[in-house]
């Protein structure tokens, strides 16, 4: 399992009864997690000072309860800051364990000592297009929500890459992925953070399982002579590291060579040392 281990001001404190404890830098949050089937004995003091707790409703959704949270603060991964604030069905506005994916590629971009594009697609708040950017990287961030793509650069500037060669595109994914292979555009590594289910922009429903193969089909040809890297991630539940491989390798590494692997994506629980999964990512990397 590939752990997200180097974070000062996030931690998973807890995790029991079908819900995890988290610190986000001051405040402490409860968010349902179903990966969190054990009902073990509390042990973290911080179950009784809450500042914000997300209650599952049985008919599906849910809706916070605060107890003294701002609506908006902010933490930090190394060099880089994100704005935070709880909005609909428990999110934040950041997955921690996608760190561990941020270190790797970031990696891969200081070590080609040359100039490298990357292609974010699905791109959320931005937490991959900053950690690209600041290793040296040109990003196209994607992302069909107007509201990601803002938060996306208001977490940029908050990280001081507000000046970085960064295109921010409000966008259906798979449209933008064909019109770029029509226009003969290329990158050198290529992030890729699908939803399990998603309607686009007319109502096409989207289905992680039905449809990620065609897309990574079309998205492997975006992929430049000396591409570098491909990451994939899922949330899917039932969707194994091992697909991610199988997919990766007939879509990418039968045509360009290089080395696939995957693995489950985990954040770990201070109280006990136990590893909480956190779905899982697929590297394809050249060398």
Same mark, same amino acid.
């Given at each position: 399992?590939?752990?997200?281990?180097?974070?000062?001001?996030?931690?998973?404190? $807890?995790?029991?009864?079908?819900?995890?404890?988290?610190?986000?830098?001051?405040?402490?949050?409860?968010?349902?997690?179903?990966?969190?089937?054990?009902?073990?004995?509390?042990?973290?003091?911080?179950?009784?000072?809450?500042?914000? @707790?997300?209650?599952?409703?049985?008919?599906?959704?849910?809706?916070?309860?605060?107890?003294? =949270?701002?609506?908006?603060?902010?933490? @930090?991964?190394?060099?880089?800051?994100?704005?935070?604030?709880?909005?609909?069905?428990? @999110?934040?506005?950041?997955?921690?364990?996608?760190?561990?994916?941020? #270190?790797?590629?970031?990696? %891969?971009?200081?070590?080609?000592?040359?100039?490298?594009?990357?292609?974010?697609?699905?791109?959320?708040?931005?937490?991959?297009? !900053?950690?690209?950017?600041?290793?040296?990287?040109?990003?196209?961030?994607? #992302?069909?929500?107007?509201?990601?793509?803002?938060?996306?650069?208001?977490?940029?500037?908050?990280?001081?890459?507000?000046?970085?060669?960064?295109?921010?595109?409000?966008? $259906?994914?798979?449209?933008?992925?064909?019109?770029?292979?029509?226009?003969?555009?290329?990158?050198?590594?290529? %992030?890729? #953070?699908?939803?399990?289910?998603?309607?686009?922009?007319?109502?096409?429903?989207?289905?992680?399982?039905?449809?990620?193969?065609?897309?990574?089909?079309?998205?492997?040809? !975006?992929?430049?002579? #000396?591409? =570098?890297?491909?990451?994939?991630?899922?949330?899917?539940?039932?969707?194994?590291?091992?697909?991610?491989?199988?997919?990766?390798?007939?879509?990418?590494?039968?045509?360009?060579?290089?080395?696939?692997?995957?693995?489950?994506?985990?954040?770990?629980?201070?109280?006990?040392?136990?590893?909480?999964?956190?779905?899982?990512?697929?590297?394809?990397?050249?060398?």
């Amino acid at each position: 399992m590939w752990i997200a281990d180097q974070w000062k001001e996030y931690e998973v404190l $807890d995790a029991s009864g079908g819900e995890k404890l988290e610190r986000w830098g001051r405040y402490i949050l409860l968010r349902p997690d179903p990966q969190v089937i054990w009902h073990t004995p509390r042990k973290a003091a911080e179950w009784n000072s809450l500042n914000g @707790h997300y209650h599952r409703s049985a008919k599906g959704g849910g809706e916070w309860e605060f107890f003294d =949270l701002p609506q908006e603060w902010t933490i @930090h991964y190394k060099t880089l800051t994100f704005r935070l604030k709880p909005f609909s069905f428990k @999110h934040t506005g950041l997955f921690p364990e996608q760190a561990v994916n941020w #270190d790797w590629f970031s990696q %891969i971009i200081r070590n080609a000592k040359r100039p490298v594009k990357v292609l974010n697609l699905f791109a959320y708040t931005g937490g991959a297009t !900053l950690a690209a950017a600041a290793a040296g990287a040109s990003v196209t961030h994607v #992302d069909a929500s107007k509201g990601m793509v803002a938060w996306a650069k208001e977490n940029a500037a908050a990280s001081s890459l507000a000046d970085r060669p960064v295109r921010y595109l409000v966008d $259906d994914c798979v449209k933008f992925v064909e019109r770029e292979i029509r226009r003969g555009n290329t990158y050198d590594g290529i %992030i890729m #953070d699908p939803p399990s289910y998603g309607r686009g922009p007319k109502g096409e429903i989207w289905k992680m399982e039905e449809n990620i193969y065609s897309l990574l089909c079309q998205t492997s040809r !975006l992929l430049g002579p #000396d591409a =570098l890297f491909f990451l994939i991630n899922s949330y899917t539940t039932g969707l194994q590291s091992s697909v991610l491989t199988y997919l990766l390798h007939s879509t990418i590494a039968e045509k360009h060579g290089g080395r696939v692997i995957s693995s489950e994506i985990g954040l770990p629980v201070s109280c006990n040392g136990q590893i909480l999964p956190c779905g899982a990512s697929g590297r394809w990397v050249r060398n």
